[in-house]
């Protein structure tokens, strides 16, 4: 065998291997996927009379149930003066891989003199890593209740996260956004649920004001989104608003943005103990879109300036509704 082998140095996608097979043709010494520790320091394996009897891949092992099998070691090893250590040293490197591999036989006919050469001897201790940590993540509740509210099965929350948070540029709107995604926006009827509000009902229309009734289906939300409608043409669903479902990055933004002058005024009206109302509404978005507006001809931002623009000259529309 010759020495760091399994050296990763050409991560490629794991996805397309069958992972249990790739940990079976592993080779276990000299791996630096496959590690002990040694003064607090991860150290690969190397035992050589172990190769000397023919044991060389993980799938040159046996395992039952999950557990390295030692008696079956034990009939391998011709030399076991030091084999508590090294039957230690290997079930500690082998901690994380057990679980997958669970029960395996190994084949007694093949001949495991030769290093095999496998695929999986490309891929990186850091895929592995990746892929262990995958399975244990469970995805957030908030996704399962926002397909609930939205009766919407197939939202792929990877991309969601990705064009809301991941590529907004400005940190406030993507940090916005993130607490809208996971459901920790303050709104009255999460500050009810963490005990720092009496009710959770909406200062404007009575209603349980949770973060798709702030951002979407209250009175004043409905104004402002069909007022956007009307101007942007468009016909925004809750699942545009909150996930960005059917928008291009412009819209994302400029969506992004409208959502936020709504959160934004709900607080500042909180804090200062004024209910909202479709005249204060209007005012407050008109303000706030002049300050876009002109914030992005200082930036020169045209892509953001010519929309918001837009709305703004147009706000007088609100009114008449
Ligand atoms: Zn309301």
Request: aromatic letters at 10%.
């Amino acid at each position: 065998m010759q020495y760091n082998q399994c050296k990763p140095n050409n991560p490629q996608d794991i996805e397309d291997l069958n992972l249990r097979e790739s940990w079976l043709d592993q080779i276990i010494w000299g791996n630096p996927a496959l590690t002990t520790t040694k003064a607090n320091k991860p150290v690969s394996l190397f035992f050589p009379h172990w190769i000397d009897s023919n044991l060389i891949q993980i799938r040159d092992l046996r395992f039952s149930g999950g557990r390295l099998d030692v008696r079956f070691l034990l009939t391998k090893l011709s030399n076991t003066s030091d084999f508590i250590r090294e039957a230690y040293a290997v079930n500690l490197a082998l901690k994380n891989v057990k679980p997958i591999i669970k029960d395996h036989e190994p084949d007694a006919n093949r001949a495991t003199t030769t290093l095999p050469n496998c695929n999986p001897c490309i891929i990186g201790s850091k895929k592995f890593y990746e892929h262990i940590v995958k399975k244990k993540i469970e995805r957030p509740i908030s996704e399962r209740k926002w397909r609930e509210i939205m009766q919407h099965d197939v939202l792929d929350f990877k991309e969601i996260y990705n064009k809301k948070v991941g590529t907004i540029k400005e940190k406030k709107l993507a940090e916005f956004n993130f607490k809208v995604l996971h459901m920790i926006l303050s709104c009255n009827y999460n500050l009810t649920k963490w005990g720092l509000a009496n009710n959770d009902q909406c200062d404007a229309c009575d209603q349980k004001q949770d973060i798709a009734h702030l951002l979407y289906s209250c009175t004043l939300s409905r104004t402002v989104w069909n007022f956007v409608d009307q101007i942007m043409d468009t016909n925004l669903l809750l699942s545009d608003i909150i996930c960005a479902v059917n928008l291009n990055p412009v819209q994302t933004e400029i969506i992004t943005i409208i959502s936020f002058m709504l959160y934004k005024q709900w607080l500042i009206f909180r804090a200062a103990g004024i209910s909202r109302n479709i005249n204060n509404c209007i005012r407050f978005l008109t303000a706030e879109l002049y300050t876009r507006v002109k914030l992005y001809e200082h930036t020169n931002n045209i892509t953001l300036q010519e929309p918001l623009k837009n709305l703004l000259n147009n706000t007088h529309i609100m009114y008449a509704v």
